[in-house]
């Protein structure tokens, strides 16, 4: 079945370290997004990609990096000058720019 | 004023009940609209788009004004597995961005 794929699922972090969020899709996808979700608001954008190669700063990008060197994968770094990182992240894809999204079931990072 | 907006809820709603929910949207330009579901602790997962003449999926009707700049859900006959929380999405036109409302809680009682 195709899908998004994130790994992991839960991870700690102490402060002042850096963390990978894995995020794959075999959906043939070219756009592809990162979201963070925290309680009582909406999911803010923190980067996008609409192609390999390229990507492109959303909102809230700040303390946070991505590559795309492959059209299936789209990780993102969570480093230590994200001030305050313990979220709820959600890697996301869609066949057309910004139309239906397809989500994975998310990363939930706590820093400790 | 933001960009797009909910009532957080909660609705809280017995079974068997109708029950509709409002999204308003600032941007006039915006063209691509969508309703999500997400699960406690879960990802959001589309519902359903929302066409300018209106559409329904079943037990879930939305709506589109563009007048008043608002887009709705309906959803009749609840059941308790309709409890979740409602995202509104606009796609904001300009940037053609896709801007998340905060959501819709509802929860369906016996």
């Known amino acids: 079945d195709g899908g998004i794929t994130q790994s992991p699922k839960y991870l700690f972090r102490k402060e002042g370290q850096n963390v990978t969020l894995s995020c794959e899709q075999n959906?043939?996808?070219?756009?592809m997004y990162w979201y963070r979700q925290d309680p009582g608001q909406g999911l803010r954008l923190i980067y996008y990609s609409q192609i390999v190669n390229d990507f492109q700063k959303g909102d809230i990008a700040e303390g946070y990096s991505v590559s795309r060197e492959k059209k299936e994968s789209f990780p993102l770094t969570v480093t230590s000058a994200q001030k305050n990182p313990t979220a709820f992240y959600l890697c996301a894809s869609s066949m057309q720019w910004a139309n239906v999204l397809t989500f994975g079931a998310g990363s939930r990072l706590t820093v400790l | 004023r933001k960009e797009v907006e909910q009532d957080p809820g909660p609705f809280n709603v017995p079974e068997g009940a109708t029950v509709a929910f409002n999204c308003t949207y600032s941007?006039?330009?915006?063209?691509?609209f969508f309703w999500y579901r997400q699960d406690c602790r879960k990802e959001p997962k589309l519902l359903m788009s929302v066409y300018s003449s209106g559409n329904e999926d079943g037990r879930f009707t939305a709506q589109l004004n563009r007048a008043s700049q608002y887009i709705s859900l309906l959803i009749r006959d609840s059941k308790l597995s309709d409890s979740a929380t409602y995202l509104c999405?606009?796609?904001?036109?300009?940037?053609?961005?896709?801007?998340f409302g905060t959501g819709t809680q509802l929860k369906v009682e016996l």
């Open positions: 941007n006039s330009a915006s063209q691509s």
């Open positions: 959906l043939n996808h070219d756009a």
């Open positions: 999405v606009v796609n904001t036109g300009g940037g053609n961005k896709l801007t």
